[in-house]
């Protein structure tokens, strides 16, 4: 079945420093492929997206491109800041209404 | 997009008790869905929520165990029943507008704890 891996965490980082996570997929389609991110006590928010191959994502600095030959969606930034200590999660989502999720990296930037 | 609250935030529950929790969405809503986070774990799809009729539930959940009612297209409720404390976790309420979206929003979720 289709699934998502993600790099483990945690990762941490000091502040300015570039990010990478990477995530990897394995689907029979061509499923849509997500980012959200968790900040510490709060629910899942949608970071960017990307629905067909070569399609980058962007939000608040932070990017993605959906490659198709690598099957590949890796998250980067090129400038992290204290606030973007979250956990980070890749997903996919194929023509079923089911969203499949990574484990979740988590990112600790330090000042 | 869609505002989701949830209710309770957070719990802590008897061993053998239930515990209903409820999701309320700011609009109409073409799909509901709950999932589980427990600790230090990813999410995973319990079941669908269909206005009228049963949830569709994912391998692994049973009816009995997580009922789910879904009465109209803003509401529904998922109850963790005779809970143990395998069953601690985040549980999720989730969304999607529909009219080709494809994109999920959740709730801040309800955290509990089972003694």
């Known amino acids: 079945g289709d699934s998502v891996t993600q790099m483990e965490g945690p990762v941490t980082l000091s502040e300015e420093a570039f990010l990478t996570i990477n995530c990897t997929y394995t689907a029979t389609g061509y499923p849509s492929l997500f980012w959200y991110v968790q900040y510490p006590g709060e629910g899942l928010q949608l970071l960017l997206k990307a629905t067909k191959a070569d399609d980058k994502g962007s939000n608040k600095g932070f990017e993605a491109t959906y490659r198709k030959e690598t099957t590949s969606f890796h998250l980067e930034k090129g400038s992290v800041q204290v606030s973007d200590s979250a956990v980070y999660f890749c997903a996919l989502k194929d023509s079923s209404y089911k969203l499949i999720f990574g484990s979740g990296t988590r990112l600790l930037v330090r000042p | 997009s869609a505002v989701i609250s949830q209710k309770p935030s957070r719990d802590i529950c008897q061993r053998g008790t239930s515990l209903t929790i409820q999701c309320q969405v700011d609009?109409?809503?073409?799909?509901m869905f709950w999932y589980r986070q427990q600790p230090g774990q990813s999410l995973t799809l319990i079941a669908t929520?269909?206005?009228?009729?049963?949830?569709?539930?994912e391998s692994g959940f049973v009816i009995d165990k997580f009922p789910i009612s879904r009465p109209n297209l803003t509401f529904s409720t998922l109850t963790v029943s005779n809970m143990s404390p395998e069953d601690s976790s985040i549980y999720l309420c989730?969304?999607?507008?529909?009219?080709?979206?494809?994109?999920?929003?959740f709730g801040a979720g309800s955290r509990l704890t089972v003694l």
């Open positions: 929520a269909n206005q009228g009729s049963e949830a569709t539930y």
């Open positions: 989730s969304v999607e507008m529909g009219g080709g979206a494809n994109v999920l929003t």
């Open positions: 609009s109409q809503v073409t799909m």
